[in-house]
């Protein structure tokens, strides 16, 4: 990871915003330390401090890592990202490289830290994680799950949950997972089997030949988490909330629940299942779970004028039919022609999927010309005089964010200003609009996959100084 000096991109007016748009695949290397800075140690004694510079989306918010009294050749290697955020809480993976500075204990190690939100004081705690997750670090296979006072939880708790295929199959069954689940309350892990019912017994399912979690999302409630496998594992549904933490008992076989999602679209099948994450996302908003595909449309252009076209000839020789440029393969262009978006909505106990929008990039209306004048490589005129999305870039990333109205976030890598940048578009689905767009120069994604997550950790921070917000920098 490279240091940041200051996160930047276009910014609005300073907002009270309730969710912000967090990069999650890597952390600023800077120290901008603000209301929302919390410090911590690992457990070799290494001093880390984190700190939030948020903006009103879709510009994107920022993570902050430092290192009080190291200098920056010391930790410009260090990984450091959020792995997942629920209300108040989210849990960082940070990776110590092996570098002066660093404490010997924490070189080449995968730290965990919980950052806890607070208006007054907010907290950065180290999480003990036992090896069978280690290898999880980076991924999104970790599910948060605060816990609130009416389920008996402590105020601010919360459960950290995994689930993974064991690596012993001796006495495990084809539909049996280990659960692996963290308690605030006690803080320690422990394991307890979950099993998915085949098919054929009540409730039960085809079982997935294998389960990826790309996401890891609140269902029932806040009683239940939800691990998605974005192409063919659907998503797996485990009640977190009924584990005991003081049960001396042998712990329970969790039942699994398991909800398939829409299939690709026709275009998408032919994509390797590993970039599911760049045309897929799921979450769950008041109960309903959300689901959203978009595909990109390809054509073929000559790239130069042909030459191997002798159609025009009067006359046609034997050996220009047996020369090598009548049998020469055209050189062509793969190029975007546009894209589909298709949502899709569900509840947990339904046992159908119900379509709620396609929106086709000519349905798309842009009324603000101003989104021109900031980012003219995006747009094209139609014949008609109208402005509209341009075709020949192409769309990933779907994802939704947490508010009504169908908004989903898309995204997209330019040349500008002799930077690479991430574009992210917020399209309203239902009205068919472009609501807003915004592009960061610094902070991007170097491949397809989503390079930032809506959380709602900025409704619990301390945001009384201006010097919270990222246009502030």
Same mark, same amino acid.
């Given at each position: 990871?490279?240091?940041?000096?200051?996160?930047?991109?276009v910014?609005?007016?300073?907002p009270?915003v309730?969710?912000?748009?967090?990069?999650?695949?890597?952390?600023?290397?800077?120290?901008?330390?603000?209301?929302?800075?919390?410090?911590?140690l690992?457990?070799?004694?290494?001093?880390?401090?984190?700190?939030?510079?948020?903006?009103?989306?879709?510009?994107?918010?920022?993570?902050?890592?430092h290192?009080?009294?190291?200098?920056?050749?010391?930790?410009t290697?260090?990984?450091?990202?959020i792995?997942?955020s629920?209300?108040?809480?989210?849990?960082?993976?940070?990776r110590?490289?092996?570098?002066?500075?660093?404490?010997?204990?924490?070189?080449?190690?995968?730290?965990?830290?919980?950052?806890?939100?607070?208006?007054?004081?907010?907290?950065?705690?180290?999480?003990?994680?036992?090896?069978?997750?280690?290898?999880?670090?980076?991924?999104? &296979?970790? *599910?948060? %799950?605060? $816990?609130?006072? @009416?389920?008996?939880?402590?105020?601010?708790?919360?459960?950290?949950?995994? !689930?993974?295929?064991?690596?012993?199959?001796?006495?495990?069954?084809?539909?049996?997972?280990?659960?692996?689940v963290?308690?605030s309350?006690?803080?320690?892990?422990?394991?307890?089997?979950?099993?998915?019912?085949?098919r054929?017994?009540?409730?039960?399912?085809?079982?997935?030949?294998?389960?990826?979690?790309?996401?890891?999302?609140?269902?029932?409630?806040?009683?239940?988490?939800?691990?998605?496998?974005?192409? &063919?594992? *659907?998503? %797996?549904c $485990?009640?977190? @909330?009924?584990?005991?933490?003081d049960?001396?008992s042998?712990?329970?076989? !969790?039942?699994?629940?398991?909800?398939?999602?829409?299939?690709?679209m026709?275009?998408?099948?032919?994509?390797?299942?590993?970039?599911?994450?760049?045309?897929?996302?799921?979450?769950?908003?008041?109960g309903?779970?959300?689901?959203?595909?978009?595909?990109?449309?390809?054509?073929?252009?000559?790239?130069?004028?042909?030459?191997?076209?002798?159609s025009?000839?009067?006359?046609?020789?034997?050996?220009?039919l047996?020369?090598?440029?009548?049998?020469t393969?055209?050189p062509?262009?793969?190029?975007?022609?546009?894209w589909?978006?298709?949502?899709?909505?569900?509840?947990t106990?339904?046992?159908?999927?119900?379509?709620?929008?396609?929106?086709?990039?000519?349905?798309?209306?842009?009324?603000?010309?101003?989104?021109?004048?900031l980012?003219?490589q995006?747009?094209s005129?139609h014949?008609?005089g109208k402005?509209?999305?341009?075709?020949?870039?192409?769309?990933?990333?779907?994802?939704?964010?947490?508010q009504?109205?169908?908004?989903?976030?898309?995204?997209?890598?330019?040349?500008?200003?002799?930077?690479?940048a991430?574009?992210?578009?917020?399209?309203?689905?239902?009205?068919?609009?472009?609501?807003?767009?915004?592009?960061?120069?610094?902070?991007?994604?170097?491949?397809?996959?989503?390079?930032?997550?809506?959380?709602?950790?900025?409704?619990?921070?301390?945001?009384?100084?201006?010097?919270?917000?990222?246009?502030?920098?």
């Open positions: 990871m490279e240091a940041c000096a200051v996160p930047c991109h910014a609005s007016q300073q009270r309730d969710w912000i748009l967090l990069d999650k695949s890597a952390a600023c290397i800077a120290h901008r330390p603000n209301g929302t800075t919390a410090r911590g690992t457990l070799a004694g290494q001093a880390i401090q984190v700190t939030f510079w948020v903006a009103n989306p879709p510009s994107p918010s920022h993570l902050l890592v290192f009080p009294g190291l200098n920056k050749a010391d930790f290697m260090v990984d450091a990202a792995i997942c629920e209300k108040d809480a989210a849990i960082l993976r940070i110590f490289p092996s570098c002066p500075g660093i404490n010997p204990a924490d070189e080449g190690q995968i730290r965990y830290f919980v950052y806890t939100a607070d208006h007054d004081r907010p907290l950065l705690r180290l999480i003990p994680v036992p090896h069978p997750l280690c290898y999880y670090g980076g991924n999104d &296979d970790f *599910g948060l %799950l605060p $816990c609130s006072a @009416d389920d008996g939880g402590e105020a601010g708790g919360f459960r950290i949950a995994a !689930l993974d295929r064991p690596t012993r199959r001796d006495q495990m069954g084809p539909g049996d997972y280990h659960l692996h963290f308690s309350r006690t803080w320690t892990w422990s394991t307890r089997l979950a099993r998915l019912a085949p054929g017994a009540e409730g039960g399912a085809a079982l997935p030949l294998r389960h990826k979690a790309h996401r890891v999302i609140v269902l029932d409630g806040g009683t239940t988490l939800g691990f998605v496998d974005l192409w &063919d594992g *659907g998503i %797996l $485990c009640r977190v @909330d009924v584990i005991d933490d049960s001396e042998p712990p329970p076989v !969790l039942p699994l629940r398991h909800i398939r999602l829409p299939p690709p026709h275009i998408n099948r032919s994509m390797p299942e590993h970039h599911a994450p760049s045309i897929r996302d799921v979450v769950c908003v008041d309903v779970i959300k689901f959203v595909e978009i595909a990109n449309r390809r054509k073929l252009l000559l790239s130069e004028p042909s030459i191997n076209d002798l025009h000839k009067s006359v046609l020789y034997d050996w220009e047996d020369s090598k440029v009548a049998n393969t055209d062509y262009m793969n190029l975007s022609d546009g589909t978006t298709v949502t899709w909505n569900r509840q106990n339904w046992d159908y999927w119900l379509r709620d929008c396609q929106v086709d990039i000519d349905d798309v209306t842009v009324s603000n010309p101003g989104h021109f004048d980012l003219p995006i747009f005129y014949s008609s402005l509209v999305l341009s075709k020949n870039i192409g769309m990933s990333a779907p994802t939704f964010v947490p009504d109205g169908g908004v989903v976030y898309l995204m997209c890598h330019l040349e500008i200003m002799d930077k690479t991430c574009v992210l578009l917020a399209i309203n689905t239902r009205e068919k609009t472009l609501e807003d767009l915004s592009f960061s120069t610094q902070r991007y994604s170097y491949n397809l996959y989503p390079a930032y997550r809506p959380y709602a950790l900025s409704k619990h921070m301390s945001m009384a100084s201006s010097m919270c917000y990222a246009n502030a920098l």
